[in-house]
């Protein structure tokens, strides 16, 4: 993260700079640059655009679905066909890796063609200021995005989306949307002055302040109420737009004041600048108050700004070139698929040598010996493995489609199903992602509609756009009851970035007052305090004094602790005598001697879905962990309203003062993460990662993207970046955690079909191959004709097909579930011998009691044939369920079917006329009566087994605990 660490740092210095001296140093100015010296600087820095990471030509699509591990498995077994001359099975194996590789490359570019369906429509145009020649005046025009260049003079309305790396040179109640960003849900104010900031921590934002330190409660204090406010509007209080109460309105600062107010503790504001960051480490440069980024947008106001990076070299794609330079690492789907593609080549490297010596010494024929060994290679291998697991992941795709969930890479299907834990920003995930107003409250801390009401005069009666906070205001008051005659407005004294306040200034209706004015001033705490020298108390004014000030801090602070963004209302009466000649003319001045009315908390409120979402994905087995750039507060009010105990808050400060090591274990016992930037959160996911857990992302900004990319399973909304769509494994139409619910679900029936083909397929492949090498060592003839051991696995593998479409019990997916092989290999070595003791029992019936072998050899194999399948199409339907199979547990009708299909196939073609070339023979009725004993035995036994490897009491968790508590569960 170097060039991105570097790229902040540059940008700070920019933002550090006096305009004139940032203008120098780009050689522009305030008129902009001539068309010459743009077409110039457009030749030398290229387009401004941000390369994307793209998919790449169809080609290398194909060849990463080629490159899977299990396909490796095939190739090396279709290497080992070649040596024989087996073009057949050369034929058969290619057949089935082209098969898997064509389906997962086409269900993969599908999901990638509805993404690109999915791309949001961006502002293509900038006005930028530019100049025909050096003696030609500055014009405003419309020009392409990917035609700006470092220097261009820009300017900023609000719906703009920021074109480049911007510093301000003028501003003018600029507001701007930086949550794809810094992940901030609130309005973030920004100005070209450098005045009253600290350097690049010092952007002033709407609300949020750092919460002071809280005071011990007092008795004063402690009148603030517990819960938030009821909806409705009380009888004795006066509707939207009514004067105030008259002990309120008339003449305030003439009324009489109360004292005897306990004394004193000089309340002052905290600093503006934020916290210097950890270890001198460059801040997050959305914090800067005169830089404005790529990727961004203008809620409000107008300004001026100078381009000072494109393309390549914006914040935005320093993030991108970080994720395309470093290679993703890799996912629970990726290991674990791996993991049991070693084991069965290391299977089949063990048992080929084995077999081609015990055949070799045995006949004295080598030739035979190495072609026998070849046979167990390929026996040894479930070649229909990548196809059923291919086949597996597709139909979750199609049917997550169908939820409302693309899938972008196949195996994360099983990633998101394996998923132990799940990072989310809690804005538009956890909230609503609008502020409310849940508080208006008077100095002590009580429900006051008098707050309320003034607030609403304010915010309905300023001038210009009104923000999200003012949305809220009026949506609130209107709420509670009709609106009541309306203030007439007089004058304004508009927000600005060193007050942090703005003021309306009305006369009361009918003339109730006149020729009196009532200031309505609402803005910063601090701010608007610092020019009150009164508070309104049950409708009296009373003296503001250094006690009553710490008592007022300590409001705004245990509000402030429960997570609210407060804002303050004061009001003054102004006398129509006291401004003779400019009565309706208001300054600055004018904001003083004010009467502190009381506090207006915001919040965004929790969505109604998400606590019913996090309690079935608790239910679930799925930590949730709250990842923001969000206030400690914040985020940690929005847990408890969802249900989650955030316990301590860490923020991004404390992250970077810990190593890799320290933060791991931080990591995995802390719920919410607040003022976290993009590295920050990377390096969560990270290390969750390194402390064994599974983990998935859900983001959208491109301050997400990093995460995304560290995930095991990334995701997505379709409203998201186009970095953070493209970094992204899986999107949800919905930004709903109910829909992600129904996401892990559909992976874990995924996980475990795949795993009955898996588990099935290698343990009686396993027993099948020691059998025949049994065979080798002791029978003087094959046991088996090479047709007939074709016919049964192509029925065998054929009635698999339908594992896709069988029904998963309950059990199943309740809980996180991963790839263990050494839980299948402990399997596959009890539950493989198990067959070939039941195989030996069916040969000892046919050698000893129909008397097969020597002139009846196709006996022998007849039987041998018709015990093996269906042995094997039984003991799939044992070990696809932890029940009783056919009682507890039925399997879907597809696969009823399917492996019903193959018995019937199986127990015919013995009688069958156009199977004669087989070499098969009919078979007497004693064979079927002492074959069904031996059947009943293995199954009884086998289902014993499985209960050894999956118990009832391990939990549903058990494959995530350890393979050692639940070797069955893979």
Not at 202 to 217: I, K, M, N, S
Not at 321 to 335: I, K, N, Q
Not at 347 to 366: D, E, H, Q
Request: glycine residues 8%.
């Amino acid at each position: 993260m170097t060039l991105l660490t570097d790229r902040t740092a540059e940008l700070a210095a920019r933002g550090e700079q006096p305009v004139l001296q940032v203008l120098r140093g780009l050689d522009s100015g305030l008129r902009g640059l001539t068309e010459a010296e743009a077409a110039a600087r457009l030749e030398r820095d290229g387009e401004n655009q941000i390369a994307r990471l793209r998919d790449g030509p169809p080609g290398r699509g194909l060849a990463t679905a080629f490159r899977a591990p299990f396909l490796l498995v095939l190739m090396v077994l279709d290497v080992v066909l070649a040596i024989s001359a087996d073009i057949g099975g050369v034929l058969a194996i290619t057949g089935m890796i082209a098969i898997a590789t064509v389906m997962r490359f086409w269900q993969e570019r599908r999901s990638h063609r509805t993404v690109e369906a999915l791309r949001a429509l961006v502002l293509t145009t900038a006005t930028v200021v530019r100049r025909a020649d050096e003696d030609s005046g500055p014009l405003a025009r419309e020009l392409p995005v990917d035609q700006l260049v470092v220097g261009d003079v820009v300017r900023l309305a609000a719906g703009d989306l920021i074109p480049a790396d911007l510093r301000l040179l003028r501003a003018k109640d600029l507001f701007l949307d930086q949550s794809l960003l810094s992940g901030e849900s609130m309005p973030v104010g920004k100005h070209a002055e450098l005045s009253g900031t600290a350097g690049v921590g010092g952007g002033a934002r709407v609300l949020g302040f750092p919460p002071r330190q809280r005071q011990p409660e007092t008795d004063w204090a402690a009148a603030r109420p517990a819960a938030d406010q009821p909806a409705t509007r009380s009888a004795s209080t006066q509707a939207l737009g009514q004067p105030p109460p008259s002990a309120a309105a008339a003449s305030i600062a003439n009324q009489p004041q109360r004292s005897g107010v306990a004394a004193s503790i000089a309340g002052r504001p905290p600093p503006r600048s934020a916290a210097p960051p950890a270890f001198g480490s460059p801040p997050h440069p959305c914090d800067h108050p005169a830089l404005c980024l790529a990727g961004t947008h203008v809620l409000s106001g107008t300004a001026t700004a100078v381009v000072i990076a494109t393309g390549p070299r914006t914040y935005l794609a320093g993030l991108g070139r970080e994720l395309d330079g470093g290679r993703r690492p890799a996912t629970a789907f990726d290991r674990g698929v791996s993991a049991v593609s070693w084991m069965l080549l290391r299977f089949m490297l063990v048992l080929a040598p084995l077999v081609f010596a015990v055949s070799g010494l045995a006949t004295g024929s080598w030739h035979r010996a190495f072609l026998f060994s070849v046979a167990v290679a390929v026996g040894i291998t479930p070649e229909m493995l990548p196809v059923v697991v291919t086949t597996t992941l597709a139909r979750g795709a199609v049917t997550m489609a169908r939820r409302r969930v693309i899938v972008k890479r196949l195996p994360a299907i099983q990633d998101l199903g394996a998923m132990d834990v799940l990072c989310v920003d809690k804005t538009g995930t956890l909230t609503e992602g609008m502020p409310v107003l849940a508080r208006h409250i008077d100095a002590r801390g009580r429900p006051d509609e008098t707050v309320l009401d003034y607030a609403a005069v304010n915010s309905l009666l300023q001038a210009g756009w009104r923000n999200s906070l003012d949305e809220a205001v009026v949506a609130h008051a209107e709420a509670l009851g009709p609106a009541g005659p309306a203030w007439e407005k007089v004058d304004e004294v508009p927000f600005d970035f060193s007050r942090r306040r703005m003021s309306v200034i009305v006369a009361a209706p009918d003339g109730a007052l006149a020729p009196d004015h009532v200031i309505v001033t609402k803005g910063s705490v601090e701010e608007v305090v610092q020019c009150c020298t009164s508070v309104l108390d049950d409708g009296l004014a009373v003296p503001l004094d250094p006690g009553l000030r710490a008592r007022i801090d300590d409001v705004a602070a245990a509000e402030r602790a429960e997570g609210l963004r407060l804002l303050a209302v004061a009001i003054r009466t102004v006398p129509g005598a006291a401004r003779p000649g400019r009565p309706h003319s208001y300054s600055l001045a004018d904001e003083s001697d004010l009467t502190l009315v009381g506090f207006l908390g915001f919040t965004d409120p929790a969505k109604d879905s998400a606590v019913a979402a996090l309690a079935e994905l608790a239910a679930r087995g799925v930590a949730v962990k709250v990842i923001t750039g969000d206030e400690p507060a914040a985020a940690a009010r929005v847990c408890r309203d969802v249900g989650i105990d955030p316990g301590a808050v860490v923020d991004g400060r404390t992250l970077s003062a810990l190593d890799d090591t320290a933060l791991a274990a931080l990591a995995d016992r802390t719920t919410v993460f607040a003022k976290t930037d993009p590295l920050a959160k990377a390096r969560i996911v990270h290390a969750l990662r390194r402390a064994g857990r599974t983990v998935g992302y859900l983001g959208d900004g491109v301050n997400d993207a990093p995460a995304l990319h560290a995930a095991d399973v990334g995701l997505t909304v379709p409203e998201a970046t186009d970095l953070a769509r493209e970094t992204a494994d899986v999107i949800l139409l919905d930004k709903d955690l109910t829909v992600l619910v129904a996401g892990v679900e559909e992976g874990r029936r995924t996980f475990a079909n795949s795993q009955k083909y898996i588990r099935a397929a290698t343990s009686s492949n396993f027993g099948n191959v020691l059998s025949v090498t049994a065979a080798a060592a002791f029978l003087p003839f094959l046991p088996m004709a090479p047709i007939q051991l074709l016919v049964q696995n192509l029925l065998y593998d054929l009635s698999q097909l339908a594992l896709p479409w069988d029904a998963v019990d309950e059990d199943q997916i309740a809980g996180p579930r991963r790839w263990d092989s050494r839980g299948l290999r402990r399997f596959v070595l009890l539950a493989g011998p198990l067959s070939s003791l039941f195989d030996l029992a069916t040969w000892s019936v046919l050698r000893w009691v129909l008397g097969a072998g020597g002139s009846h050899v196709s006996l022998f194999q007849t039987g041998w044939f018709v015990e093996g399948l269906l042995s094997q199409l039984l003991a799939v339907h044992i070990i696809r369920t932890r029940g009783l199979p056919f009682f507890s547990s039925r399997a879907a009708l597809p696969v009823l079917l399917a492996t019903g299909l193959a018995m019937a196939v199986g127990l015919a073609l013995p009688f069958s006329m156009a199977v004669r070339g087989m070499g098969m023979t009919a078979l007497p009725v004693l064979y079927f009566g002492l074959l069904a004993l031996i059947l009943l035995a293995y199954c009884a036994l086998l289902q014993t087994v499985k209960l050894r490897f999956s118990p009832r009491d391990d939990g549903v968790g058990a494959s995530v605990r350890g393979a050692d508590q639940a070797s069955f569960e893979l």
